[in-house]
Each structure stands twice: as structure tokens, then as C-alpha cells.
């Protein structure tokens, strides 16, 4: 039996339908799902068919479907599409807020701790050590408590949890640039030690830092949903995911739309945070190829 030859144009076929489906289906949905989130977030204004604050009591707890509430109502009349998609601004306010201050702050520690090495470096791992063993969700129960809570201390608070992170990961990829050689021949050139990490170091460790952060980010949604969830995050007028889900358990049996949609909102958010952040990890890691 003769076979028939290969055509010239497989291999460039094979490629291309490579390239066409190089995103997995669950990665193309959880992308395509931050996208809307992230659109919600910013056009908030514009798309919201009602203002947050907007009550009428004689629709009261509507089910989702009624004409003019695709969601339904709450407890008072205000419309929960509306609600949600304001609460998702919020979050998404708070999480990436707290993420960048997070990974700026647990960064530059470990620049330091690599540059000055001695007493810096066993302080700033003293710390990060002590800031691993801390229960932090306590701590910020103690610190909202007593300040109260406002968005801002809010994004402050959320912005100390997991910095040792970035400082570990900071400290350990900068020493191992200092040990490659490629820095100290900077150095040699007279660059300053600023220039050596902003210019040299970091580029070559952030993508490392990146996919860190994106391990990072849903952490934070959950833990100021939980903060919301107990009374201590976001307060009303304003909402957010995870003050939704707080207001709406006492329906959980009468309205569960309202509490179900957040929910949901929280699930689908994490999860497509979390297949992207592995994705993206795969893409950025020479070591994978």
C-alpha cells in the first residue's frame, strides 16, 4: 500500500489551529469573564439601570424576571442588578487597591533585605516571619473595630496581608541577579544601587511578582467579603459583594436572589482569577517551555 505524501501545508496548518487554541476553554471563560467584570467596574455609572440608593417599597422583594428588575429586589424595594454592579466596582476597588500596595511595599523590603544584607535582612525576615504567623483576619477585626471602617482604611488593611510574599520572593530573585553577574557589571558602570533594581533587577523578576499577585487578588476579595460579611467592611449607603451577602442571609429562605447573586459573583470571580494567575504562570515560566 503506497501512502500518500504529506502535504507541504500540514505542519503550517498545525501550527496555526496550535496558536488558535492555545487558551483552554476554562482559561478563555475565566478571562472573558474578568473582562465584564472589569467592564462593570468602570462604566458602573452608565450601565446601572438605577441608583443604589433608589427604594420603591411597593416591589419590595420582587423575584428576579419582573419587568424593570432583571434580579429582583431587596429587603427595600432597591434593585439588585443595580446594587451588584456598583458592589462589583467596589470590590474590585479594594482588591486591586490592596494588591499594588501589597506587592509594592513586600518589594521594595526585599530589595532591601538583598542589598544590605546583615542586620536589614534578618530584620525584614524576622518580620515577614512574624507576619505569616499572625492571624490576620483577627487583627483586623481589632484594628476595624477600633478605627471603624471606611474604603480607604479598608484598602490599607488589605494591603498589609501578604506582603511577606513579595518580600521573600523579592529577596531570594534578587540575590540569585546578583549572583548571575549581570548586576554587579552594572554596578561596575556606575549605575547606582536604584537604578540597578528599578532597571535591571525588576524587570527580570516581575513576572514572577505578577503571577504572585494574581495568587494574591482573589485572596483579598475573599477576605474583605468576609470582613463585609461580618458588619466590619463596607457600610451602607455604599455596597459590596460581600455586604450584599451579608444583608441578604436573613432572606436566604423568603429571597435567596438576593444573597445567591453576589455569591455567585464572589465564586466565578476567584475561580477566573485563579485559572488565569495558572495560565498565566505556565506562559511566563521559561522552565514550562
Known amino acids: 500500500m503506497t501512502l500518500a505524501p504529506a502535504s507541504p501545508t500540514g505542519a503550517p496548518r498545525r501550527t496555526l489551529l496550535r496558536r488558535m487554541t492555545g487558551v483552554p476553554g476554562a482559561v478563555a471563560f475565566s478571562l472573558g469573564w474578568l473582562a465584564l467584570m472589569l467592564l462593570c467596574a468602570i462604566f458602573a455609572d452608565w450601565i446601572r439601570p438605577y441608583d443604589v440608593t433608589q427604594m420603591d417599597l411597593m416591589a419590595r422583594l420582587s423575584p428576579p424576571g419582573t419587568p424593570g428588575h432583571w434580579l429582583g429586589t431587596d429587603e427595600l424595594g432597591r434593585d439588585v442588578l443595580s446594587r451588584l454592579i456598583q458592589s462589583i466596582r467596589v470590590s474590585l476597588i479594594i482588591a486591586f487597591g490592596a494588591t499594588l500596595l501589597s506587592a509594592v511595599f513586600g518589594t521594595s ?159 466565578l470571580t476567584t475561580l477566573s482569577i485563579s485559572l488565569a494567575g ?9 522552565t514550562i517551555r
Not at 523579592?170 to 546578583?178: D, E, K, Q, V
Not at 495558572?278 to 521559561?286: E, H, M, T, V
Open 109 to 267: 523590603l526585599g530589595f532591601l533585605a538583598a542589598q544590605f544584607r546583615g542586620v536589614v535582612e534578618h530584620f525584614v525576615v524576622m518580620l515577614a516571619d512574624f507576619q505569616a504567623a499572625l492571624p490576620f483576619l483577627i487583627m483586623s477585626l481589632a484594628v476595624l473595630a477600633f478605627f471603624g471602617s471606611s474604603m480607604w482604611l479598608l484598602v490599607v488593611l488589605m494591603g498589609f496581608y501578604g506582603w511577606e510574599r513579595y518580600a521573600r520572593i523579592a529577596r531570594g530573585l534578587a540575590i540569585s541577579a546578583g549572583a548571575q553577574g549581570y548586576a554587579e557589571a552594572v554596578v561596575q558602570l556606575g549605575a547606582t544601587p536604584r537604578r540597578v533594581y528599578l532597571h535591571h533587577i525588576l524587570p527580570n523578576v516581575a513576572s514572577t511578582l505578577i503571577v504572585s499577585m494574581t495568587l494574591t487578588f482573589p485572596e483579598i476579595i475573599l477576605m474583605e467579603s468576609g470582613l463585609s460579611f461580618l458588619g466590619l467592611g463596607v457600610q451602607p449607603p455604599e455596597s459590596s459583594l460581600g455586604n450584599m451577602v451579608g444583608f441578604g442571609r436573613e432572606y436566604l429562605t423568603t429571597a435567596p436572589w438576593i444573597m445567591l447573586a453576589p455569591a455567585m459573583v464572589i465564586m
Open 278 to 286: 495558572d495560565w498565566l504562570r505556565d506562559k511566563l515560566d521559561p
